[in-house]
Protein backbone atom coordinates (compact mmCIF):
# COMPACT_ATOMS: atom_id res chain seq x y z
CA UNK A 1 0.00 0.00 0.00
CA UNK A 2 1.58 2.99 -1.42
CA UNK A 3 2.35 5.68 1.88
CA UNK A 4 1.18 8.92 2.18
CA UNK A 5 2.95 12.22 1.93
CA UNK A 6 4.13 13.83 5.53
CA UNK A 7 1.78 16.66 4.93
CA UNK A 8 -1.16 14.29 4.33
CA UNK A 9 0.30 12.61 7.92
CA UNK A 10 0.79 15.75 10.22
CA UNK A 11 -2.15 18.20 8.61
CA UNK A 12 -3.87 18.59 12.17
CA UNK A 13 -7.60 17.86 12.94
CA UNK A 14 -9.29 20.46 13.93
CA UNK A 15 -10.12 21.21 17.43
CA UNK A 16 -13.49 22.41 16.25
CA UNK A 17 -14.88 19.94 14.31
CA UNK A 18 -12.83 16.53 15.78
CA UNK A 19 -15.49 15.94 18.31
CA UNK A 20 -18.63 16.21 15.42
CA UNK A 21 -19.07 12.26 15.62
CA UNK A 22 -19.38 12.36 19.35
CA UNK A 23 -21.98 14.90 18.64
CA UNK A 24 -23.71 12.85 16.43
CA UNK A 25 -24.24 10.05 18.33
CA UNK A 26 -25.66 12.20 21.05
CA UNK A 27 -28.20 13.15 18.82
CA UNK A 28 -29.14 9.55 17.04
CA UNK A 29 -30.04 9.02 21.23
CA UNK A 30 -31.89 11.54 21.04
CA UNK A 31 -30.31 14.76 23.05
CA UNK A 32 -30.42 17.73 22.33
CA UNK A 33 -26.63 19.40 21.50
CA UNK A 34 -25.58 23.42 21.84
CA UNK A 35 -22.95 24.20 19.22
CA UNK A 36 -20.96 26.61 21.20
CA UNK A 37 -17.95 24.59 19.79
CA UNK A 38 -18.44 26.89 16.33
CA UNK A 39 -18.41 30.14 14.62
CA UNK A 40 -21.72 29.31 12.96
CA UNK A 41 -24.03 32.45 13.28
CA UNK A 42 -27.50 31.87 13.52
CA UNK A 43 -28.30 35.48 12.19
CA UNK A 44 -30.52 35.66 8.72
CA UNK A 45 -28.40 36.22 6.00
CA UNK A 46 -29.08 39.53 4.10
CA UNK A 47 -31.98 39.51 1.55
CA UNK A 48 -30.19 41.50 -0.35
CA UNK A 49 -28.07 38.43 -0.80
CA UNK A 50 -30.59 36.05 -1.12
CA UNK A 51 -32.12 37.74 -3.84
CA UNK A 52 -29.52 38.31 -6.00
CA UNK A 53 -29.03 34.00 -5.71
CA UNK A 54 -32.74 33.38 -6.62
CA UNK A 55 -32.45 36.45 -9.09
CA UNK A 56 -29.40 34.13 -10.99
CA UNK A 57 -30.71 33.50 -14.85
CA UNK A 58 -28.04 32.15 -16.85
CA UNK A 59 -27.64 29.56 -19.52
CA UNK A 60 -24.28 28.62 -18.17
CA UNK A 61 -22.32 28.91 -15.16
CA UNK A 62 -18.99 30.20 -16.42
CA UNK A 63 -15.84 31.08 -15.45
CA UNK A 64 -14.94 34.23 -13.86
CA UNK A 65 -11.88 36.36 -14.09
CA UNK A 66 -9.01 34.77 -11.64
CA UNK A 67 -8.95 37.86 -9.51
CA UNK A 68 -12.79 37.61 -8.87
CA UNK A 69 -15.60 39.62 -11.04
CA UNK A 70 -14.54 42.93 -11.56
CA UNK A 71 -17.99 44.73 -10.59
CA UNK A 72 -17.34 43.06 -7.26
CA UNK A 73 -13.73 43.73 -7.05
CA UNK A 74 -14.64 47.59 -7.65
CA UNK A 75 -17.32 47.28 -5.29
CA UNK A 76 -15.03 45.71 -2.61
CA UNK A 77 -12.94 48.52 -3.17
CA UNK A 78 -15.27 51.12 -2.63
CA UNK A 79 -16.27 49.34 0.33
CA UNK A 80 -13.19 49.69 1.72
CA UNK A 81 -12.54 53.18 1.10
CA UNK A 82 -15.93 54.27 2.59
CA UNK A 83 -14.51 52.94 5.86
CA UNK A 84 -11.44 54.66 5.45
CA UNK A 85 -9.23 52.33 3.52
CA UNK A 86 -8.54 53.56 0.35
CA UNK A 87 -7.92 50.78 -1.99
CA UNK A 88 -8.18 50.39 -5.61
CA UNK A 89 -9.43 47.24 -7.53
CA UNK A 90 -6.55 46.34 -8.73
CA UNK A 91 -5.29 45.63 -4.64
CA UNK A 92 -8.00 42.73 -4.09
CA UNK A 93 -8.22 39.06 -4.97
CA UNK A 94 -11.20 37.66 -4.41
CA UNK A 95 -10.54 33.98 -2.79
CA UNK A 96 -12.22 30.96 -2.28
CA UNK A 97 -13.22 31.75 1.56
CA UNK A 98 -10.82 33.96 4.00
CA UNK A 99 -9.05 30.65 4.27
CA UNK A 100 -7.48 30.24 0.66
CA UNK A 101 -6.65 34.09 1.46
CA UNK A 102 -4.55 33.06 4.29
CA UNK A 103 -3.00 29.75 2.39
CA UNK A 104 -1.93 32.49 -0.26
CA UNK A 105 -1.10 35.26 2.05
CA UNK A 106 1.94 32.49 3.47
CA UNK A 107 2.93 31.22 -0.04
CA UNK A 108 3.55 34.32 -1.32
CA UNK A 109 5.39 35.22 1.68
CA UNK A 110 7.38 32.37 3.03
CA UNK A 111 9.88 29.71 1.38
CA UNK A 112 9.15 26.07 2.79
CA UNK A 113 11.01 26.16 6.25
CA UNK A 114 10.22 29.71 6.48
CA UNK A 115 8.74 30.93 10.24
CA UNK A 116 5.35 33.00 10.88
CA UNK A 117 5.24 34.77 14.39
CA UNK A 118 1.28 34.31 15.75
CA UNK A 119 0.42 35.59 19.21
CA UNK A 120 -1.35 32.65 21.02
CA UNK A 121 -3.99 31.23 21.39
CA UNK A 122 -4.55 31.41 17.79
CA UNK A 123 -7.01 29.90 15.19
CA UNK A 124 -6.18 26.53 14.90
CA UNK A 125 -6.61 26.64 11.29
CA UNK A 126 -3.94 28.22 10.60
CA UNK A 127 -1.90 25.21 11.55
CA UNK A 128 -3.58 23.05 8.60
CA UNK A 129 -2.28 26.13 6.26
CA UNK A 130 0.72 26.24 7.57
CA UNK A 131 1.32 22.80 7.24
CA UNK A 132 0.22 22.86 3.45
CA UNK A 133 2.48 25.83 3.07
CA UNK A 134 5.33 23.71 4.37
CA UNK A 135 5.59 27.17 6.76
CA UNK A 136 6.22 27.08 10.86
CA UNK A 137 4.35 28.82 12.73
CA UNK A 138 6.42 30.23 15.79
CA UNK A 139 3.83 31.48 18.88
CA UNK A 140 4.30 34.11 21.21
CA UNK A 141 2.24 33.75 24.23
CA UNK A 142 -0.75 35.91 25.70
CA UNK A 143 -2.33 34.77 28.79
CA UNK A 144 -5.68 34.81 30.59
CA UNK A 145 -4.66 36.74 33.10
CA UNK A 146 -3.80 39.61 30.77
CA UNK A 147 -6.93 39.13 28.71
CA UNK A 148 -5.20 37.75 26.00
CA UNK A 149 -3.37 41.08 25.24
CA UNK A 150 -0.79 41.22 22.85
CA UNK A 151 2.93 40.22 23.69
CA UNK A 152 5.50 43.04 24.36
CA UNK A 153 8.10 43.95 21.43
CA UNK A 154 10.85 42.41 23.18
CA UNK A 155 8.95 39.19 23.58
CA UNK A 156 8.58 39.24 19.60
CA UNK A 157 11.67 40.79 18.42
CA UNK A 158 13.10 37.38 20.92
CA UNK A 159 11.27 34.67 18.44
CA UNK A 160 13.25 36.45 15.46
CA UNK A 161 15.50 34.66 13.20
CA UNK A 162 17.34 34.84 10.05
CA UNK A 163 13.72 32.06 8.34
CA UNK A 164 11.26 34.36 10.02
CA UNK A 165 9.18 35.91 6.86
CA UNK A 166 6.29 38.02 9.06
CA UNK A 167 3.76 37.92 12.01
CA UNK A 168 0.01 36.70 11.59
CA UNK A 169 -2.58 38.05 13.78
CA UNK A 170 -6.83 37.60 14.05
CA UNK A 171 -8.04 41.08 14.98
CA UNK A 172 -10.64 41.07 16.85
CA UNK A 173 -9.13 37.81 17.85
CA UNK A 174 -10.75 33.90 17.42
CA UNK A 175 -10.18 32.24 19.32
CA UNK A 176 -10.05 34.91 22.26
CA UNK A 177 -12.35 38.01 21.21
CA UNK A 178 -9.36 39.88 22.35
CA UNK A 179 -9.50 43.97 20.33
CA UNK A 180 -6.14 44.84 19.59
CA UNK A 181 -5.65 48.60 20.58
CA UNK A 182 -4.32 51.50 17.83
CA UNK A 183 -1.09 51.07 20.27
CA UNK A 184 -1.00 47.65 19.58
CA UNK A 185 -1.58 47.61 16.01
CA UNK A 186 1.53 50.52 15.99
CA UNK A 187 3.57 48.67 18.00
CA UNK A 188 3.58 45.59 15.59
CA UNK A 189 4.41 48.39 12.88
CA UNK A 190 7.61 48.65 14.39
CA UNK A 191 8.81 45.51 14.00
CA UNK A 192 7.60 44.81 11.17
CA UNK A 193 9.54 47.80 9.89
CA UNK A 194 12.51 47.34 11.99
CA UNK A 195 13.18 43.44 10.97
CA UNK A 196 11.74 43.82 7.04
CA UNK A 197 8.85 41.71 7.68
CA UNK A 198 5.52 41.25 6.81
CA UNK A 199 2.36 41.65 8.52
CA UNK A 200 -0.58 39.64 8.29
CA UNK A 201 -3.69 40.63 9.50
CA UNK A 202 -6.64 38.39 9.36
CA UNK A 203 -9.58 40.69 10.00
CA UNK A 204 -12.62 38.90 9.48
CA UNK A 205 -14.35 40.24 12.06
CA UNK A 206 -13.82 43.82 12.32
CA UNK A 207 -17.19 44.62 12.49
CA UNK A 208 -17.93 42.85 15.18
CA UNK A 209 -16.48 45.49 17.97
CA UNK A 210 -18.16 46.08 21.44
CA UNK A 211 -18.68 48.66 24.09
CA UNK A 212 -18.23 51.57 21.59
CA UNK A 213 -14.82 50.48 20.51
CA UNK A 214 -13.21 50.61 17.25
CA UNK A 215 -11.56 48.58 15.17
CA UNK A 216 -8.09 49.34 13.64
CA UNK A 217 -7.15 47.94 10.49
CA UNK A 218 -3.63 47.52 9.63
CA UNK A 219 -3.74 49.06 6.41
CA UNK A 220 -4.05 52.12 8.57
CA UNK A 221 -1.00 52.08 9.49
CA UNK A 222 0.90 54.67 7.26
CA UNK A 223 4.97 53.93 5.63
CA UNK A 224 4.31 49.80 5.63
CA UNK A 225 2.10 49.23 2.19
CA UNK A 226 4.50 46.88 0.97
CA UNK A 227 4.60 44.88 4.27
CA UNK A 228 0.74 44.36 4.94
CA UNK A 229 -1.57 41.62 3.34
CA UNK A 230 -5.35 42.13 5.03
CA UNK A 231 -7.39 38.67 4.83
CA UNK A 232 -11.49 39.30 5.04
CA UNK A 233 -14.22 37.49 4.70
CA UNK A 234 -18.14 37.76 4.10
CA UNK A 235 -18.52 34.69 6.12
CA UNK A 236 -19.26 36.37 9.49
CA UNK A 237 -20.11 40.13 8.17
CA UNK A 238 -23.09 38.63 6.38
CA UNK A 239 -23.75 35.57 7.76
CA UNK A 240 -23.11 33.88 4.50
CA UNK A 241 -20.48 31.00 5.94
CA UNK A 242 -20.94 28.60 3.10
CA UNK A 243 -20.63 30.77 0.53
CA UNK A 244 -17.07 30.46 0.96
CA UNK A 245 -16.05 34.20 -0.86
CA UNK A 246 -13.09 36.14 0.86
CA UNK A 247 -10.84 38.73 0.55
CA UNK A 248 -6.84 39.09 0.29
CA UNK A 249 -5.68 42.79 -0.18
CA UNK A 250 -2.58 44.43 -0.53
CA UNK A 251 -1.21 47.37 -1.79
CA UNK A 252 2.27 45.18 -2.03
CA UNK A 253 1.73 44.67 -6.20
CA UNK A 254 3.91 42.02 -6.14
CA UNK A 255 2.11 40.08 -3.30
CA UNK A 256 -1.30 41.00 -5.37
CA UNK A 257 0.29 39.26 -8.46
CA UNK A 258 1.71 35.81 -6.77
CA UNK A 259 -2.26 35.79 -5.40
CA UNK A 260 -3.16 36.03 -8.81
CA UNK A 261 -0.98 33.58 -10.37
CA UNK A 262 -2.08 31.16 -7.72
CA UNK A 263 -5.72 31.98 -8.14
CA UNK A 264 -5.47 31.08 -12.04
CA UNK A 265 -3.99 27.77 -10.93
CA UNK A 266 -7.22 27.45 -9.29
CA UNK A 267 -8.99 29.25 -12.15
CA UNK A 268 -11.78 31.00 -10.02
CA UNK A 269 -14.02 31.55 -7.19
CA UNK A 270 -17.30 30.73 -6.96
CA UNK A 271 -19.36 32.48 -9.80
CA UNK A 272 -22.89 32.42 -8.40
CA UNK A 273 -21.52 33.08 -4.54
CA UNK A 274 -19.66 36.06 -5.93
CA UNK A 275 -22.42 37.67 -7.33
CA UNK A 276 -23.88 36.96 -4.00
CA UNK A 277 -21.34 38.81 -2.31
CA UNK A 278 -21.32 42.06 -4.03
CA UNK A 279 -25.75 42.25 -3.70
CA UNK A 280 -24.98 41.79 0.07
CA UNK A 281 -22.56 45.14 -0.24
CA UNK A 282 -25.97 46.63 -0.35
CA UNK A 283 -27.41 45.42 3.20
CA UNK A 284 -28.61 48.72 4.71
CA UNK A 285 -26.48 50.04 7.74
CA UNK A 286 -30.09 48.78 9.53
CA UNK A 287 -28.59 45.13 9.93
CA UNK A 288 -25.55 46.07 11.44
CA UNK A 289 -27.22 48.06 14.24
CA UNK A 290 -29.38 45.22 14.95
CA UNK A 291 -26.87 42.27 14.55
CA UNK A 292 -24.42 44.17 16.42
CA UNK A 293 -26.53 45.08 19.79
CA UNK A 294 -27.55 41.10 19.43
CA UNK A 295 -24.07 39.97 19.84
CA UNK A 296 -23.43 42.00 22.30
CA UNK A 297 -26.17 41.07 24.72
CA UNK A 298 -25.44 37.87 23.67
CA UNK A 299 -22.02 38.33 24.87
CA UNK A 300 -22.64 39.96 27.86
CA UNK A 301 -25.18 37.02 28.53
CA UNK A 302 -23.21 33.96 28.32
CA UNK A 303 -19.51 36.06 29.95
CA UNK A 304 -21.34 36.98 32.71
CA UNK A 305 -22.63 33.32 33.34
CA UNK A 306 -19.69 31.99 33.06
CA UNK A 307 -18.09 33.84 35.70
CA UNK A 308 -20.67 32.84 38.19
CA UNK A 309 -19.76 29.27 37.83
CA UNK A 310 -17.51 28.08 40.62
CA UNK A 311 -14.02 27.72 39.15
CA UNK A 312 -14.48 29.42 36.05
CA UNK A 313 -12.89 32.30 34.74
CA UNK A 314 -13.31 34.04 31.25
CA UNK A 315 -12.20 37.52 30.19
CA UNK A 316 -14.39 39.31 28.39
CA UNK A 317 -14.43 39.57 24.85
CA UNK A 318 -14.01 42.94 23.12
CA UNK A 319 -14.69 41.82 19.30
CA UNK A 320 -16.00 38.53 17.49
CA UNK A 321 -18.02 36.30 18.86
CA UNK A 322 -15.95 33.97 20.92
CA UNK A 323 -14.64 33.60 24.53
CA UNK A 324 -12.02 31.45 25.94
CA UNK A 325 -13.08 29.90 29.22
CA UNK A 326 -10.88 28.52 31.89
CA UNK A 327 -12.55 25.77 33.72
CA UNK A 328 -11.61 23.52 36.91
CA UNK A 329 -11.29 20.26 34.61
CA UNK A 330 -8.36 17.87 34.71
CA UNK A 331 -8.35 18.18 31.02
CA UNK A 332 -10.75 20.27 28.40
CA UNK A 333 -10.24 17.52 25.63
CA UNK A 334 -11.81 15.03 28.07
CA UNK A 335 -14.32 16.67 29.32
CA UNK A 336 -15.80 18.14 26.03
CA UNK A 337 -15.55 14.27 25.06
CA UNK A 338 -17.34 13.23 27.82
CA UNK A 339 -20.06 15.87 27.90
CA UNK A 340 -21.48 14.25 24.18
CA UNK A 341 -20.60 10.65 24.85
CA UNK A 342 -21.81 10.25 28.78
CA UNK A 343 -23.63 13.28 30.11
CA UNK A 344 -27.09 14.77 29.57
CA UNK A 345 -29.29 17.04 32.04
CA UNK A 346 -32.81 17.23 30.83
CA UNK A 347 -32.05 15.27 27.72
CA UNK A 348 -29.48 18.45 26.96
CA UNK A 349 -26.03 18.45 26.73
CA UNK A 350 -23.26 20.94 25.49
CA UNK A 351 -20.66 20.97 22.65
CA UNK A 352 -17.52 23.23 23.06
CA UNK A 353 -14.35 23.51 21.17
CA UNK A 354 -11.23 22.28 23.75
CA UNK A 355 -8.81 25.37 23.58
CA UNK A 356 -5.98 22.37 23.40
CA UNK A 357 -5.53 22.65 19.23
CA UNK A 358 -5.66 26.58 19.36
CA UNK A 359 -1.96 26.42 21.05
CA UNK A 360 1.37 25.64 19.12
CA UNK A 361 1.91 22.90 22.13
CA UNK A 362 -1.65 21.77 23.46
CA UNK A 363 -0.89 21.11 26.95
CA UNK A 364 -1.08 24.96 27.05
CA UNK A 365 -4.78 25.14 26.81
CA UNK A 366 -5.32 21.67 28.49
CA UNK A 367 -8.14 23.09 31.19
CA UNK A 368 -9.48 25.91 28.54
CA UNK A 369 -12.06 25.74 25.99
CA UNK A 370 -13.65 28.51 23.04
CA UNK A 371 -17.20 28.85 23.36
CA UNK A 372 -19.22 30.62 20.11
CA UNK A 373 -22.07 33.33 21.60
CA UNK A 374 -23.66 32.28 18.15
CA UNK A 375 -27.02 31.49 19.53
CA UNK A 376 -29.64 33.17 20.84
CA UNK A 377 -30.09 34.13 24.55
CA UNK A 378 -33.01 31.57 25.11
CA UNK A 379 -30.30 28.66 23.75
CA UNK A 380 -27.54 30.16 25.56
CA UNK A 381 -29.53 30.30 28.68
CA UNK A 382 -30.06 26.43 28.43
CA UNK A 383 -26.71 25.87 27.30
CA UNK A 384 -25.43 28.00 29.97
CA UNK A 385 -27.55 25.97 32.91
CA UNK A 386 -26.68 22.31 31.07
CA UNK A 387 -22.57 23.27 31.32
CA UNK A 388 -22.88 24.21 34.83
CA UNK A 389 -24.34 21.17 35.63
CA UNK A 390 -21.86 19.17 34.13
CA UNK A 391 -18.61 20.70 35.94
CA UNK A 392 -20.84 19.96 39.00
CA UNK A 393 -21.16 16.42 38.13
CA UNK A 394 -18.02 15.71 35.82
CA UNK A 395 -15.80 13.27 37.83
CA UNK A 396 -12.55 15.11 36.34
CA UNK A 397 -13.15 18.39 38.05
CA UNK A 398 -9.95 19.62 39.93
CA UNK A 399 -11.57 22.39 42.70
Known amino acids: MPKISQTGQHIPASPIRKLVPYAESAKRRGIHVYHLNIGQPDIPTPEEALAAIRAVDVRTIAYTHSAGIGSYREALARFYTDRGLPLTDEQVIVTTGGSEAILMALLATCDRGDQIIVPEPYYANYNGFATEAG????????????????????????????????????????????????????????????????????????????????????????????????????????????????????????????????????????????????????????????????????RNFMIDALNRMPGVRCPMPRGAFYAIAELPVDDADRFAQWMLEEFEHQGR???????????????????????????????LRAAMETLAVALQTYPGRTR
Open 135 to 298: VEIVPVRSYIEEDFALPSIAEFERLITPKTRGILICNPNNPTGYLYSEAEIRQLREIVLRHDLFLIADEVYSDFCYDGAQHHSVLTLEGVDDHVIMVDSISKRFSMCGTRIGALVSRNAAVIDAALRMGQARLCAPYIEQLAAEAALHTPKSYFTTVHDEYQAR
Open 349 to 379: TVMVAPASGFYADPATGRHQVRLAYVLNIDD
